[in-house]
């Protein structure tokens, strides 16, 4: 099939971006490009950015979908090249940031000014992404700014792939005829780094009642994991706290000696290049011997989340903060197991948005809805309690009822399909992905 639309990555090219690797020159901030136009971290001089961290396999690009683009002569040819049957895309990043976009004045505007004079610009399309982490903060003014940016931009091009569903329905009221779709980098990120791996879910009897997984040290995780030191259940949970000296480790390697380093990077040490296994690939072993998944989110306090961020901005914003799930809940998905989240207000509510089915049958949900952190806490915990009350054969008997089966099964399929279908496969598609997923999808491991 001949591609429609190819994806320009044009990092450290376009005029007037302060973040651009040459800007920072005599600058004490990191001249390293990635991070430079990194739409995740915080610099000290606002602008535009260029890297939106997709998740790419090494060898999709055999059929060329997406190019490096190294000068601005190279960008006018691609851009006047384009026919209706043959568009290109340009890429930026959203940051999780907001003041770095809409403190950067007229950057944008500046760059659709010189690009609207080349031949075929009416046929360029523009992709702001940014699948990895957005809390909704500061996004009306945001917005504001960019609608000043983007006049002489036709809305059916400009394309918003944006992790937070939230955040993605506040945009499509502002924008309605924008391509605005939810965008999880985690779909790929956990089928890559599970390949050549066969999770087959234990439909026999279980020995333990739930799994809870912990790397960075948070409140609400401590809170979580002392409770259960408290209750003595050690034996009926298996949990990790890479930060606090217990693990469970990896589906690629049982073998411990890597935690050391692990724990140094969960204390805020330098990255071990293992981490994203022991992120990604828990041991399967573990939650196949556990009936329920407590899921301990990446933040519960949106107060929390407000003063993090205004840090950095210098503004407070308190009341927008929206629910975000990552790939800790996803994990639910991918490894056949109901779920409690210890997470934001609406977290549910966020799942059933993007199709998923949670499951008021077996927990009282009523916890997802209060907006109170600590009587939040105190209804997650009695729906664990009320759990743990019950005996093994009694839970195993309520988790292996066919309805109960079903909606596993369905956010089972409901994942693989976000996988193969979602945003980013437009320009790395399922034939362009290493052999492994294919002879997957062929025996039907994976979907």
Not at 3 to 11: D, E, H, Q, S
């Given at each position: 099939?001949?591609?429609?639309?190819?994806?320009?990555?044009?990092?450290n090219i376009?005029?007037?971006?302060n973040?651009?690797t040459?800007?920072?020159?005599?600058?004490?901030?990191?001249?390293?490009?990635?991070t430079e136009?990194?739409?995740l971290?915080?610099e000290?001089?606002?602008?535009l950015s260029?890297?939106?961290?997709?998740?790419i396999t090494a060898?999709?690009s055999?059929?060329?979908?997406?190019r490096n683009?190294t000068?601005?002569?190279e960008?006018k040819t691609y851009?006047?090249s384009?026919?209706?049957e043959?568009t290109?895309t340009?890429?930026?990043?959203w940051?999780?940031?907001?003041?770095?976009?809409?403190?950067?004045?007229d950057q944008?505007?500046?760059?659709?000014?010189?690009?609207k004079?080349?031949?075929?610009?009416h046929?360029?399309?523009?992709?702001f992404?940014?699948g990895w982490d957005?809390?909704?903060?500061?996004?009306?003014k945001?917005i504001?700014?960019?609608k000043?940016?983007?006049?002489d931009i036709n809305?059916t091009?400009?394309i918003?792939?944006?992790?937070?569903?939230?955040?993605?329905?506040?945009?499509k009221?502002?924008?309605?005829?924008?391509d605005?779709k939810?965008y999880?980098?985690?779909?790929?990120?956990?089928m890559v780094?599970?390949?050549?791996?066969?999770f087959?879910?234990?439909?026999e009897?279980r020995?333990?009642?739930?799994?809870?997984?912990?790397?960075?040290?948070?409140?609400?995780r401590?809170?979580?994991?002392?409770?259960?030191?408290?209750?003595k259940?050690?034996d009926?949970?298996?949990?990790?706290?890479?930060?606090?000296?217990k693990?469970?480790g990896?589906?690629?390697?049982?073998?411990?000696?890597?935690?050391?380093s692990l724990?140094?990077?969960?204390?805020?040490g330098?990255r071990?290049e293992h981490?994203?296994h022991w992120?990604d690939?828990?041991?399967?072993?573990?939650?196949?011997?556990?009936y329920f998944?407590l899921?301990t989110?990446?933040?519960f306090?949106?107060?929390a989340?407000?003063a993090?961020m205004?840090?950095d901005?210098?503004t407070?914003?308190?009341?927008?903060?929206?629910?975000f799930?990552?790939?800790?809940?996803?994990k639910?998905m991918q490894?056949e197991i109901?779920?409690?989240?210890?997470?934001?207000?609406?977290?549910?509510?966020a799942l059933?948005d993007?199709g998923?089915e949670?499951?008021?049958?077996?927990f009282d949900?009523?916890y997802d809805?209060?907006l109170?952190d600590k009587?939040?806490?105190?209804?997650?915990?009695?729906?664990v309690?009320?759990?743990?009350n019950?005996p093994?054969?009694?839970v195993?008997?309520i988790?292996?009822?066919e309805?109960v089966?079903a909606?596993?099964l369905?956010?089972?399929?409901?994942f693989?399909?976000?996988?193969?279908?979602g945003p980013?496969r437009?320009?790395?598609?399922?034939?362009s992905?290493?052999?492994?997923?294919?002879?997957?999808?062929?025996?039907?491991?994976w979907?």
């Open positions: 099939m001949k591609p429609t639309n190819i994806l320009l990555w044009v990092n376009l005029p007037g971006n973040r651009s040459d800007a920072h020159l005599g600058n004490k901030i990191s001249r390293n490009r990635t136009t990194s739409c971290m915080p000290s001089i606002p602008g260029t890297q939106s961290h997709d998740e060898h999709a055999k059929d060329n979908l997406y683009v000068s601005m002569e960008l851009i006047e384009q026919t209706p043959l290109y340009i890429n930026f990043g940051h999780l940031h907001p003041y770095m976009d809409y403190n950067s004045g944008l505007k500046n760059i659709v000014n010189v690009l004079e080349f031949d075929n610009f046929l360029l399309k523009w992709r992404a940014n957005m809390y909704g903060l500061d996004e009306e945001r504001a700014w960019f000043t940016q983007t006049q809305a091009n400009i918003f792939h944006l992790v937070n569903v939230d955040t993605c329905n506040t945009y009221k502002h924008f309605p005829t924008m605005i939810p999880f980098i985690y779909y790929q990120r956990m780094k599970n390949k050549g791996l066969t087959n879910a234990n439909k009897k020995e333990r009642y739930f799994i809870c997984l912990n790397n960075y040290t948070k409140t609400h401590s809170e979580i994991v002392d409770w259960i030191k408290w209750n259940w050690q009926k949970v298996d949990y990790s706290y890479i930060s606090q000296n693990t469970l990896s589906e690629h390697s049982h073998d411990l000696t890597q935690f050391k724990k140094t990077f969960a204390d805020g330098q071990n981490i994203s992120q690939t828990p041991p399967y072993f573990n939650f196949n011997r556990c998944y899921v989110e990446t933040h306090d949106k107060q989340v407000s993090r205004a840090v901005s210098g407070q914003d308190t009341t927008s903060v929206a629910t799930i990552s790939e800790k809940t996803l639910a490894f109901p779920f409690i989240i210890v997470g934001l207000p609406y977290s549910l509510k059933r993007l998923y949670t499951f008021p049958e077996l949900e009523s809805t209060e109170d009587k939040r806490l105190a209804l997650v915990k009695d729906a309690q009320n759990l743990m019950k093994l054969d009694e195993h008997n988790v292996m009822q309805s089966q909606k596993i369905h956010n089972k399929h409901l693989l399909e976000n996988f193969r279908t980013w437009q320009w790395e598609p399922l034939e992905l290493p052999l492994w997923f294919e002879s997957e999808a062929g025996d039907g491991k979907w």
